[in-house]
């Protein structure tokens, strides 16, 4: 089995790829990144040197480089983790966000309908849903919530997931989706909330908190979430949609005091600033599927995971 993993320098890639290959010892895998400002070789160095792992660099846009990869290497599955993904940047500079995020996608559709394919899975995420609102704890995002997207970043990942399943009726390419919540461990780049946090507390530097600081997401261990999709590639229904989420809603002010006080620092570096244009309420998984059907359950408790998390930075920056 072969299996091609796009955006697998990044930071949920990367983790996939190092836990497939320590999974399945008869694997091969084929990353291709474009190696952008967010991805990072050194995370796959355990395994650069493998015989079962080959790094190609490439751009999910380029159809010349992957219709070659195709030719050469003609993968029984792909894994597409390849996006622009954050938030900010996406209200700045949208265009960079619909060319990878929706244009690259359907290169990668247009390969594995040219060439064949057992599987196309791609990864999207729980922004598609739009949010929810702070008082109604019992409302959660089911596979068939209808998408209601709030960003150029979360547009651009509906229009993937619905050219995903487009392909699927129109050529027969066999798909499955996962939408995951917010992701947390090491490796991840510190624009984001986490790694941003700790980066800032470790210099003692003002952390800012947008708006009111009660938005709410969900957090999942990465770990927990390359667990669930290995599961979906073995055991997922063709053209089915599979929530991943880490049954942890927290408030992003809640967020960072946790790790402030792991650090031993003050709330005082809290610093509130204007908030993001749009910024979503709430975000909340329904992850009956997926457990009832895959038999997946996540198994890193927030805590365990958060201090894991925070170990990982603090000895990272110890370093620098």
């Known amino acids: 089995m072969t299996i091609l993993v796009t955006g697998g320098a990044g930071f949920i890639g990367a983790h996939f790829i190092l836990y497939m290959m320590k999974v399945h010892k008869d694997l091969r895998i084929l990353c291709l990144d474009k190696l952008t400002y967010a991805a990072d070789l050194s995370y796959l160095a355990p395994v650069m040197d493998s015989p079962r792992f080959r790094f190609v660099k490439g751009d999910i846009c380029d159809r010349e480089t992957v219709y070659r990869l195709f030719e050469e290497e003609h993968p029984d599955m792909v894994v597409n983790f390849a996006a622009e993904s954050h938030v900010d940047r996406s209200i700045e500079d949208p265009a960079l966000f619909l060319e990878t995020n929706i244009l690259g996608t359907g290169v990668l559709l247009d390969g594995c309908r040219t060439y064949g394919i057992q599987r196309f899975h791609q990864v999207s995420t729980d922004e598609v849903y739009g949010d929810l609102p702070l008082d109604r704890p019992d409302l959660l995002f ?31 390419i066999p798909v499955t989706i996962s939408r995951c919540s917010n992701n947390y461990g090491p490796f991840q780049y510190p624009e984001k909330l986490i790694p941003l946090t700790i980066q800032r507390a470790l210099t003692d530097q003002p952390i800012p908190l947008y708006g009111d600081g009660k938005n709410v997401r969900d957090w999942l261990y990465v770990e927990d979430h390359c667990r669930a999709i290995d599961l979906i590639l073995q055991k997922g229904k063709d053209g089915e949609i599979y929530n991943i989420g880490g049954h942890c809603e927290i408030s992003n002010r809640d967020l960072i005091r946790r790790i402030l006080h792991i650090l031993s620092k003050p709330d005082t570096l809290i610093t509130q600033v204007k908030d993001r244009p749009g910024h979503d309420r709430r975000y909340g998984m329904d992850t009956k599927k997926i457990r009832s059907q895959l038999g997946w359950q996540g198994e890193t408790e927030f805590e365990e995971g958060l201090e894991r998390t925070v170990v990982w930075y603090v000895d990272k920056y110890k370093g620098l």
């Open 142 to 172: 089911t596979e068939e919530s209808p998408l209601d997207p709030h960003s150029p970043y979360s547009s651009s990942k509906a229009s993937a997931d619905l050219l995903t399943l487009a392909c699927r009726r129109t050529y027969g």
